[in-house]
């Protein structure tokens, strides 16, 4: 099993719908839990940060906790173009190293 | 302020050459990390710097990879006798150092060994 799985893409959604990108991870010590926008041939950009149970809201980004389960999501409303991009889950499985699922490719379609 | 910075942006080298790559993290921040990153594939540990702690190399592929951090600032990742498995981007992340910190990525080198 990987440390860091992310749902398989790619994934196409029309313009103004809602993304939603899944991510589950193996180490039950994880504490903190990053969502990174990475544009073709551009180096990755930070969108959320979570680190409790529950929900954080940031403009149209949704990110969503759950230790229990293990399980991360990122929720995009109103999905523009200008997100298409592949969207990694970044998870501190050990000391200060982050561990990176293989990321998931989305397409907005206008 | 001023992003972390990578030189040089692009690398190409032949197959058994040495290459060096550099980083310059963002001012103040004590934690450095580099990451490598193939052809459509996630991120790939390699190191991680802490202060003035003993690095953790634990992602290092083999013997032929080394990096060091000199005056807890600028890092230099060195790939002796190049191989073309080595081709990738590799990516430098510097971070405040507290564990749940954020990680801020530099553009990164892509290194090409024909």
């Known amino acids: 099993q990987k440390e860091v799985e992310q749902n398989s893409g790619p994934l196409s959604v029309p313009e103004g719908a809602i993304a939603s990108l899944n991510c589950t991870y193996s180490?039950?010590?994880?504490?903190?839990f990053f969502w990174y926008r990475q544009y073709s041939g551009k180096s990755p950009e930070l969108i959320m940060s979570i680190y409790s149970n529950g929900d954080k809201e940031d403009g149209r980004f949704t990110a969503q906790l759950n230790k229990a389960s293990q399980y991360v999501s990122l929720l995009i409303r109103d999905s523009q173009p200008s997100d298409s991009a592949t969207y990694l889950c970044?998870?501190?499985?050990?000391?200060?190293?982050?561990?990176f699922g293989e990321g998931t490719q989305l397409t907005v379609n206008p | 302020g001023a992003g972390v910075s990578q030189s040089p942006s692009n690398k190409v080298t032949e197959k058994g050459k040495d290459v060096e790559l550099r980083c310059d993290p963002i001012?103040?921040?004590?934690?450095l990390y580099w990451y490598r990153q193939s052809l459509g594939q996630g991120l790939e540990f390699l190191i991680y710097f802490q202060g003035n702690s003993a690095p953790d190399k634990s992602g290092l592929p083999s013997d032929r990879f080394s990096a060091e951090r000199t005056g807890g600032s600028v890092s230099t990742l060195t790939i002796q006798r190049t191989q073309q498995e080595d081709s990738a981007v590799y990516l430098c992340?510097?971070?405040?150092?507290?564990?749940?910190?954020?990680?801020?990525f530099g553009p990164g080198t892509r290194l090409l060994v024909l």
């Open positions: 992340a510097s971070s405040l150092g507290r564990q749940t910190e954020t990680q801020y």
């Open positions: 001012s103040g921040h004590t934690a």
């Open positions: 180490d039950r010590g994880s504490q903190s």
């Open positions: 970044a998870v501190n499985t050990s000391g200060s190293r982050l561990t």
